[in-house]
């Protein structure tokens, strides 16, 4: 990392988002040695009324839960909160972003840092109807003030608005207050090993390079299942839904890696121009392209409206209009209380021309990519049965990340992204255009929801969902393989 004084400001310092995900992902940074005492600070700040103990207290138990509990654990979340300050004050006054912009201003000056070279990172673990104030304080208050290599940076969380006018307007409002540089917009499945893993696979391997497109594949799924319901999170998911919580981001984030073209470099900005290709080639959703689903006992949570229209399912058909992809529906599916928890990507081939051995009926080729738990990759193909007769099955090659990276740990999404944020590296963030296409492309069909012309249709929790969505599937020209 450069040099120079860095102060990270965590905003929503008391909130859930700051305690499970920001500080421990902060806190493996430094143990990593990322973080350095001798430059770094870093600000919680939030309304309720805390000490610095207060805070570190709050902290410690987040920190120490489910790792090893040894004293040199013990001992280095000890010393890491020491480097945590907290700053109470509210999001819509400017006298406590004054008063954090002098705790910033006495850290840089006791680090001796030259004016102006100093960095200050700006983590909104917010509800995004602060946004708005909170980055015009920070921009009138906090900003690092000259131009001597330092920088003032933000990071937002989703949801980035409701649809696109809303997330056109909250682009507008941080626009004229940061530059496009300045602003990096999380999108935290973009910090997952095997999303990162995409582009390595698809454009480093031979075996890809010819056969992925309309001539070999038949169907793709994205797929994020979740064992669990909305619990303790309700009031927030009734107003989202399952498609803004989880499709029209994450899902579909993943779904321009699978399918964009070669970018021209590893310049972020190549990258990014060939995701915001794939987004601008989607075409309208079909009503006939998309199930929707409620778990039974949804709105039993008190927080969620009696007669809620919110879908806890979807499973939508994407369809890209372009050379590589006409007519290869993209199958994404999302829901919350199924069966199993589970986010993967399943890249089925067509059946194979002129089969000899009959073995149609047992499936296809299929490459599964299993972004967690536990991360693998995996191909579906054809082989020999073994033993006298010439018989064939379906098999596997496996690869499977703990077996074969046995001890080799896997950063975290936010400790990856957060790292990020700090080399400056805006690659796996989601660019102003990318949002508003990917906007577009879900706004009718979530406005329809909204006014209650979809339904949800209800499902058991515990179920795969609504069977409907596995007719969709099978429409969709999914066929089912059969292993050994
Ligand atoms: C969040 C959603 O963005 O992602 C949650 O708001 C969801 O509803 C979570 O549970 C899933 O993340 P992961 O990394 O556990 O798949």
Redesign the pocket.
């Known amino acids: 990392l450069e040099n120079g004084c860095l102060s990270i400001v965590v905003l929503g310092a008391s909130g859930d988002l700051a305690k499970k995900k920001t500080f421990p992902a902060l806190f493996n940074l430094y143990r990593q040695g990322f973080l350095q005492p001798s430059e770094v600070y870093i600000f919680g700040y939030a309304r309720t009324k805390l000490s610095d103990d207060g805070l570190r207290d709050r902290l410690r138990g987040h920190l120490i839960q489910g790792k090893e509990t040894s004293s040199n654990h013990s001992e280095a979340v000890s010393k890491f909160l020491q480097l945590v300050k907290y700053v109470s004050g509210s999001y819509d006054n400017e006298e406590g972003f004054q008063l954090l912009d002098k705790e910033i201003s006495e850290h840089e000056i006791s680090k001796n840092s030259r004016e102006g070279s100093s960095r200050r990172l700006f983590y909104l673990a917010l509800p995004p109807s602060v946004y708005p104030s909170v980055s015009k304080m920070i921009r009138n208050c906090c900003m690092n003030r000259s131009d001597l290599g330092g920088w003032t940076r933000i990071v937002v969380e ?1 949801p980035f608005g409701k649809d696109l006018s809303s997330a056109e307007e909250l682009s507008a409002q941080l626009g004229d207050l940061f530059s496009e540089e300045q602003i990096y917009r999380i999108d ?2 973009l910090g ?1 090993e095997l999303v990162q893993n995409l582009l390595v696979l698809r454009f480093a391997n031979r075996f890809f390079l010819p056969l992925w497109n309309r001539d070999n594949i038949d169907n793709i799924q994205i797929v ?1 299942r ?1 064992d669990f319901g ?1 619990e303790g ?1 309700g009031g927030y ?1 009734d107003e989202y839904g399952i498609i803004r ?2 499709i029209q ?2 899902l579909l984030q993943v779904l321009c890696l699978v399918a964009m073209e070669k970018p021209g470099s590893l310049k972020p900005e190549r990258i990014r121009d060939e995701k915001v290709k794939v987004l601008q080639s989607v075409l309208p959703i079909a009503d006939e392209d998309v199930v929707l689903g409620q778990y039974e006992g949804y709105t039993a949570d008190p927080t969620v409206s009696d007669h809620s229209n919110t879908p806890t399912f979807a499973t939508v058909i994407l369809r890209i209009h372009n050379e590589r992809w006409e007519g290869v529906p993209f199958i994404l599916k999302a829901g ?1 209380a199924l069966n199993s928890r589970k ?1 993967e990507i399943r890249v089925q081939f067509k059946d194979v021309p002129g089969d000899i051995f009959k073995c149609k009926k047992q499936g296809r080729n299929e490459f599964v990519i299993q972004l ?1 738990p536990p991360e693998a990759m995996y191909m579906k193909l054809t082989v020999k049965q073994p033993g006298l007769e010439m018989a064939t099955i379906q098999s596997e090659l496996d690869l499977s990340y703990r077996q074969r990276y046995q001890g080799v740990s896997i950063p975290e ?1 936010y400790e990856r992204l957060i790292l990020d944020t700090i080399r400056g590296d805006q690659q796996h963030f989601v660019r102003r255009d990318e949002l508003k296409a990917a906007w577009e492309i879900f706004t009718p069909l979530l406005h329809r929801i909204d006014d209650g012309e979809l339904k949800p249709l209800p499902y058991k929790p515990g179920s795969r969902g609504p069977v409907e969505a596995d007719d969709l599937l099978a429409r969709a020209g999914y066929v089912q393989t059969h292993g050994y």
């Open positions: 989703k935290h499945y997952k994020f979740e909305t999170r998911f919580d989880i981001n994450h919350k986010a967690q999404a």
